[in-house]
């Protein structure tokens, strides 16, 4: 399976100010999705990253909010904007084929603080 | 509307025995169901995975059933190890589409 390395590992950032998470893949993958664990939650699914056009977003999810970049097939960045103590969350960035089967791999996660 | 369900957050078995994690469902449109491991600081990892034509799949001490008329799955982990201590979460897989939607997690603690 894909290796993934998800950059930053965690971050404390003040409110309003605007933090980019960026997805690296070892390999060239079809499917790149960016996922939300707020604590004591589920993985949600804030949206799919689309190669050279814009990311599909969740209901909830809103571009201005999360713009997300995916310029190739190996890499895609999250950008959590104007930041507020409720984005206090675990950030995902999950990769695959198919989700039969053997599913997406996960990155390790973005663990982010803001104050 | 939470479309996957845990509803044991928490699960407490003792090494050696069996553990047994739940997991509902409500949308009959779902098509594959997969269970994740996650440790603390780690993405989930695909711990296994079973289509909705089949009932039951097995990977060595990993079992999952599908009740597709209760709309119902669950892992079996047998011997449970210490190693297994971790958060599972259930995902299904939404037919036709690329989308995984996870249950909340259930917490696994296995105590020698």
């Known amino acids: 399976s894909a290796v993934i390395s998800q950059k930053p590992s965690r971050d404390i950032c003040q409110r309003g100010t605007s933090l980019t998470i960026q997805c690296q893949v070892d390999?060239?993958?079809?499917?790149m999705f960016w996922y939300r664990q707020q604590p004591g939650q589920s993985l949600t699914l804030i949206a799919t990253?689309?190669?050279?056009?814009?990311?599909?977003?969740e209901s909830g999810f809103v571009i201005d909010k999360f713009p997300i970049s995916r310029p190739n097939l190996t890499f895609s960045t999250l950008t959590v904007s104007n930041m507020s103590p409720e984005d206090s969350s675990i950030y995902l960035c999950?990769?695959?084929?198919?989700?039969?089967?053997?599913?997406?791999?996960f990155g390790s996660g973005t663990r982010l603080t803001v104050v | 509307d939470q479309q996957v369900k845990q509803n044991s957050p928490s699960l407490s078995v003792q090494e050696g025995r069996i553990s047994i994690l739940n997991c509902d469902y409500t949308?009959?449109?779902?098509?594959?169901f997969l269970w994740y491991k996650k440790y603390p600081a780690e993405g989930p990892t695909f711990l296994i995975s079973?289509?909705?034509?089949?009932d039951k799949n097995e990977d060595g001490r990993f079992t999952v059933f599908l009740n597709k008329s209760a709309k119902h799955l669950s892992l079996h982990i047998v011997p449970s190890q210490p190693g297994d201590s971790a958060v599972y979460f259930c995902?299904?897989?939404?037919?036709?589409?690329?989308?995984?939607?996870f249950g909340t997690g259930t917490r696994l603690q296995v105590f020698p």
């Open positions: 390999s060239q993958v079809t499917m």
């Open positions: 995902a299904a897989s939404l037919y036709n589409t690329d989308k995984l939607i």
């Open positions: 999950s990769v695959g084929e198919t989700a039969t089967y053997y599913g997406y791999t």
């Open positions: 079973i289509s909705s034509i089949k």
């Open positions: 990253a689309n190669q050279g056009s814009e990311a599909t977003y």
């Open positions: 949308n009959s449109m779902f098509d594959y």
